[in-house]
């Protein structure tokens, strides 16, 4: 599912850099329609306000009972003051993100019936 997502945005995102590295050895038990559409958010915002100049960096992996999914990307830094609302409250994206990583954690279940390869 994450390379599906990836390879659309790369598709409809023509001269930009998308540079993915995956390592999922675990089953991650989750709304795969849910993770695709925060991948298809995170890495589309990453490419219309980071740097065109600079490649989106995506990685992906599992480890200690973990999925952990980072995005980051090139551009002018974000105001100090500014990175409150990103915690505070859901704003429209104003400033790109220069070499930060948002990463998202998920807990694996180990229910073996409902686990789901997310890769």
């Known amino acids: 599912m994450l390379h599906q997502v990836i390879d659309e945005l790369r598709l409809s995102s023509p ?8 390592a999922i050895d675990s089953p991650v038990d989750c709304d795969r329609s849910r993770i695709g ?3 298809s958010n ?4 990453a490419l219309s306000h980071g740097s065109s100049n600079e490649p989106v960096r995506v990685r992906a992996e599992t480890a ?13 830094p974000i105001p100090p003051a ?3 609302d990103y915690s505070n409250r859901s704003f429209g994206a104003k400033y790109a993100p220069a070499d ?12 073996s019936q409902k686990l789901t390869t997310v890769s």
Do not use: H, M, P
């Open 15 to 22: 001269g930009r850099q998308i540079e993915a590295d995956y």
């Open 37 to 39: 559409q925060l991948v």
């Open 42 to 45: 995170l890495v589309g915002n």
């Open 64 to 76: 200690n009972g973990l999925f952990r999914f980072s995005v980051a990307n090139g551009g002018e």
């Open 82 to 84: 500014a990175l409150e």
């Open 100 to 111: 930060t990583v948002w990463d998202l954690d998920c807990t694996l279940r180990r229910k």
